[in-house]
C-alpha cells in the first residue's frame, strides 16, 4: 500500500509538471504572424507563467506604454545579459506617458514571479496632480512585490501641482503597499537623471517629493548591485521657473531622497550598490512664513523596521537648500547629504565627498532681512533612532565602513538680519537615541558655516546667548556631532581624525573631531583615535552637554558622557587642542592617551564636573619619546608600532558593551573579550598579535595551514582570510613574512 502511494505520489507530480511546461508559453513582440504589432497584444494573449520576450526596437505610443499588468508573467528582452540588447530594447513615454502599472489584489497580489528583465525605460512621465500620493513614472507597482533585473531607467519623472499640499514619490519606480506579495527584487539595474518633484501653484499645504529614483512604502524590497547615478528629489534645476521647480510659498515643503526612499514597518536590504551625484534639493524664491526642508541626498530611510546595508558606496551626493528671498520668516535645514538613517543597520559602506548645505540669499545683491534660522547636518548621515555603523565580515569578503571628505555648510547669511545659522556634523550627525558608530574611519571631514559680503567670505558669528547645540554654534563636530537628543551614543574602535570645524569667531567653532551636544548622557567613546582635528575650541572633542546628574563622583553609573580606552593626540584648537568643556556638563576621560593632560584641557565652567582618572597616561609632547607611536602619521597612518605605551594598557576590568567592540577599526581581533587577562590597546588600533593568522584572537595549531598559505600562496591567503593581515607572520620584524619566520613560528606555537 505505501508502495502504491508513493507511485501515485509521484505520477501526480509527473502531471503537474508537465501541464506547467504545457501551458508555459513564449509570447514574442513583434510577431505579425500571430497578429501582435505591440506589447499590449502580447499582454492580451498571456497568462500567469507565460513569457513576452521584446524584440530590440523603440515602443512608443498606445499599446506600448500606460499598460496595466495584473498576472505573474515575465517581460523580457531577448538576452537580458547583454547589456547591448538591453540598451536597444526601449520602453519610450516621449515626456508624457507613463511606461507600466504593475497591479495585483490584496487577495492575489503578484509575487516575484512577475518578472522585468533587460529593458530600457526611458522619457516616462507622469503628473499626478488632484490625488494625494503617487509617482512611479516608468513602473508603478500596488499590491506587486516584482523582480526587476538587468534593467536601465534613464531621464523618467514623476510631479504634480499640489494644490492643497501633497506628496509625489518615486521618479521611475514606486512600489506601493505591496507586502502582500513578499519582498520585491531590484537586482543589477541602472537608474540615471529620474526625478520626482512637486510644486504648488495655490501657495498653501503641504508638498514633498520622495525618491528621485525609487520609492518603497509600505513594500519589503532587495536592491542588490545596482547603480544610481544624477537622480534627484525636488526641483528639475535651482533656478526660478525652471520645469518641475519649486516657486511658491509653502508652510512646509520636504525633498527626501534624491534616489531612494522608504517608509513603512518593513525590513529592506540593500547590498553592493552604488549612489553617484544624486540629490535632494529645494529652491526658495517667494516670501512668508514657511519651512524648507531636505535631507537625504541619496536616500532617506524614514520610519521602518529595520534595513540593512552592505557594502554600499556614496560619492559626490547632496542635500541642499537654496534661498533668494528678502524677509523671509523662514526655517532651512538641509541634513544627510548622502543618507537619512532611521533604524538602519550599515556594514562596510563607503561615503565620500557627500554635502548638506544650505545657501540663503544666493544671490550677491541680495540680503536676509526676515528672522529663521538655517541648519545643515551631517555631511554624509543623518542618524536617528537604533541606527548602527560598523565593518561588514563575512566568509571570504569585509569591508571597512568609511566616512571621508563629506561636507556640512551654511553659507551667504548676512548677519544683518535676525537669524541663527549652524553647521554641525560634517561626517555624521546624530540626532536621535541608541545610535552606534564602530569600526569606522571618519577623516578629512568639514562642518563650516559661512558669510558672503559682497567682496569676500568672512567667518559666520552666531548668537552666543542662545541655548542648545543647534541654538548657539555656527560650526560644530567636524567628524561627528552629538545633537541635542542623541543619548545612548556609543563610538567604538573608531578613527576619526584630520576633520576640521570652521567658524573661528570667539567660541563659534566647536570640536574639530567630535560635538558631544545638549543632554548627549550615557554616550560612550570607547577605544578610539583622535588625533589631527581641528576647532576654535575643543580640536579634539568639545563638550557641550547639560548633564543630569549633580554628582560628579557618580561618572562610573555612565550618566555622563565618558571617553575610554581611547587617544587624543596632535588636535589643534585656540582653546583647548584635545579637549574642551563649555557649560555645565559633566564627563569623564578613563584609560586614556591625552596629549598634555589634564592641565591642557579648556573648561569655561566648574573644573569639578570632570572627572578625570589617574590611569590615563599623560605624556609630555615635548618629549620626543613620550607619544602614542603611530607608524606613520606624517601619511595618516595612525596604527600602533610595537614600541608604543598604548599597548595593553586599556582598562583591565573593561567588559564588551556591544559584540562590535570585539574587533579593532581594522577588524582584527580584540584579545580581552575572550581573555579578560589580556588587556586591550588603547585607541582605534590592536597590534598585530604575532602568529594569529587566521585572525581568531590566539596563536596555536589552527594557525598553521594559513601560515603555510601566506608563505607559499600569498594571493589565496588574501583571499580565504580577507580580514586578517599577512604581516602576523612577520615574526622577524623585516616587514615581511617568509621562509625566515619558520622556526619563529614554531618556537611561538610549541612555547
Known amino acids: 500500500m505505501l508502495r502504491s502511494r508513493k507511485v501515485r505520489a509521484v505520477a501526480g507530480a509527473l502531471v503537474v509538471c508537465c501541464a506547467r511546461m504545457a501551458w508555459a508559453t513564449e509570447i514574442t513582440v513583434p510577431d505579425p504572424n500571430q497578429s501582435i504589432y505591440d506589447i499590449q497584444d502580447a499582454l492580451n494573449l498571456a497568462v500567469s507563467g507565460d513569457t513576452i520576450i521584446i524584440s530590440p526596437g523603440t515602443y512608443v505610443g498606445s499599446g506600448n506604454v500606460n499598460l496595466l499588468v495584473n498576472k505573474d508573467i515575465t517581460i523580457r528582452s531577448t538576452d537580458p545579459n547583454d547589456p547591448n540588447v538591453v540598451s536597444s530594447t526601449i520602453i519610450d513615454g516621449e ?4 511606461g507600466w502599472r504593475l497591479v495585483g489584489t490584496q487577495q492575489s497580489p503578484l509575487t516575484n514571479d512577475c518578472e522585468i528583465l533587460g529593458l530600457t525605460f526611458t522619457n516616462c512621465y507622469f503628473d499626478y496632480t488632484g490625488q494625494s500620493t503617487g509617482g512611479g513614472a516608468a513602473i508603478y507597482c500596488n499590491y506587486a512585490a516584482p523582480t526587476v533585473r538587468h534593467c536601465a531607467f534613464s531621464d523618467n519623472q514623476a510631479i504634480r501641482d499640489a494644490t492643497g499640499g501633497a506628496n509625489i514619490a518615486g521618479g521611475a519606480l514606486l512600489l506601493l503597499d505591496c507586502a502582500n506579495g513578499g519582498t520585491a527584487v531590484i537586482e543589477e539595474c541602472t ?8 510644486h504648488d501653484s495655490t501657495s498653501g499645504g503641504y508638498a514633498g517629493a520622495k525618491g528621485g529614483a525609487a520609492a518603497c512604502i509600505n513594500s519589503p524590497a532587495s536592491f542588490l548591485e545596482n547603480v544610481f547615478t544624477y537622480n534627484a528629489a525636488g526641483p528639475t534645476a535651482l533656478q526660478p521657473g525652471a520645469p518641475g521647480s519649486t516657486t511658491k510659498n509653502y508652510p512646509d515643503y520636504s525633498s527626501y531622497g534624491g534616489a531612494i526612499y522608504l517608509s513603512g514597518a518593513y525590513s529592506w536590504t540593500f547590498e553592493d550598490n552604488t549612489f553617484q551625484y544624486n540629490t535632494a534639493r529645494y529652491h526658495l524664491v517667494d516670501t512668508g512664513n514657511v519651512t524648507r526642508s531636505t535631507s537625504g541626498g541619496a536616500v532617506y530611510v524614514g520610519a521602518v523596521n529595520s534595513a540593512t546595508w552592505a557594502r554600499d558606496v556614496f560619492e559626490y551626493n547632496e542635500s541642499i537648500v537654496r534661498v533668494d528671498v528678502e524677509n523671509a520668516i523662514s526655517t532651512c535645514g538641509a541634513t544627510g547629504g548622502a543618507f ?3 533604524d538602519c543597520d550599515i556594514q562596510g559602506c563607503a561615503f565620500l565627498y557627500n ?9 550677491e545683491d541680495g540680503s536676509l532681512t526676515g528672522t529663521g534660522e538655517a541648519i545643515a547636518a551631517g555631511g554624509a548621515i543623518v542618524a536617528f533612532n537604533e541606527t548602527e555603523l560598523s565593518s561588514y565580515r563575512a566568509t571570504g569578503l569585509c569591508a571597512l565602513t568609511e566616512i571621508r571628505n563629506n561636507t556640512a555648510t ?22 536621535s537615541y541608541s545610535v552606534t558608530i564602530a569600526e569606522s574611519q571618519i577623516t578629512g571631514n568639514l562642518a563650516k558655516a559661512l558669510v558672503y559680503t559682497g567682496t569676500t567670505d568672512q567667518i559666520l558669528s552666531v548668537d552666543a546667548n542662545s541655548t542648545g547645540i543647534t541654538e548657539v554654534f555656527s560650526a560644530g563636530g567636524g567628524g561627528i556631532a552629538l545633537d541635542t537628543d542623541a543619548t545612548t551614543t556609543r563610538i567604538f574602535d573608531t578613527l576619526i581624525a584630520d576633520n576640521t570645524a570652521i567658524a573661528p569667531d570667539g567660541n563659534d567653532a566647536l570640536g574639530g573631531g567630535l560635538l558631544i551636544g545638549a543632554t548627549s548622557q550615557n554616550t560612550f567613546v570607547r577605544n578610539c583615535t583622535i588625533v589631527a582635528n581641528d576647532a576654535y575650541c575643543g580640536g579634539g572633542v568639545a563638550f557641550a552637554a547639560y548633564g543630569n546628574n549633580s554628582d560628579p563622583n557618580t561618572v562610573q553609573d555612565a550618566n555622563v558622557p565618558v571617553i575610554w580606552n581611547s587617544i587624543l593626540w596632535d588636535n589643534s584648537a585656540t582653546n583647548g587642542p584635545q579637549l574642551a568643556t563649555l557649560y555645565r556638563c559633566w564627563w569623564a576621560v578613563k584609560y586614556s592617551c591625552v596629549e598634555g593632560g589634564l592641565s591642557d584641557v579648556y573648561n569655561t565652567w566648574d573644573p ?9 597616561l599623560i605624556m609630555d609632547p615635548n618629549d620626543p619619546n613620550d607619544h602614542p607611536h603611530f607608524k606613520d602619521p606624517n601619511n595618516g597612518d595612525y596604527h600602533l608600532l610595537r614600541t608604543s605605551p598604548c599597548i595593553d594598557a586599556s582598562d583591565p576590568n573593561s567588559t564588551a558593551l556591544d559584540p562590535n567592540e570585539a574587533y579593532d577599526f581594522d577588524m582584527h581581533p580584540r584579545p580581552q573579550f575572550s581573555d579578560p587577562n589580556n588587556p586591550n590597546d588603547i585607541g582605534a588600533d590592536e597590534v598585530l598579535l604575532l602568529g594569529d593568522m587566521n585572525c581568531d584572537g590566539s596563536a596555536d595549531y589552527g594557525d598553521i595551514n594559513p601560515f603555510v598559505d601566506a608563505l607559499a600562496y600569498p594571493e589565496t591567503y588574501a583571499a580565504d582570510y580577507p580580514c586578517c593581515d599577512i604581516l602576523a607572520g612577520d615574526l622577524s620584524g623585516n616587514g615581511t613574512t617568509g621562509y625566515e619566520d619558520i622556526n619563529l613560528f614554531v618556537e611561538l606555537l610549541t612555547s
Open 95 to 98: 515626456g508624457q506617458s507613463r
Open 191 to 198: 537608474f540615471d537623471e529620474n526625478q520626482c518633484a512637486s
Open 340 to 342: 537619512h538613517a532611521t
Open 355 to 363: 554635502t548638506a548645505e544650505v545657501l540663503t540669499n544666493s544671490s
Open 410 to 431: 551654511v553659507v551667504d547669511v548676512d548677519r544683518t538680519a535676525s537669524c541663527l545659522a549652524h553647521a554641525f556634523g560634517g561626517g555624521i550627525a546624530v540626532r
Open 608 to 616: 569639578n564636573y570632570a572627572t578625570w582618572w589617574n590611569d590615563n
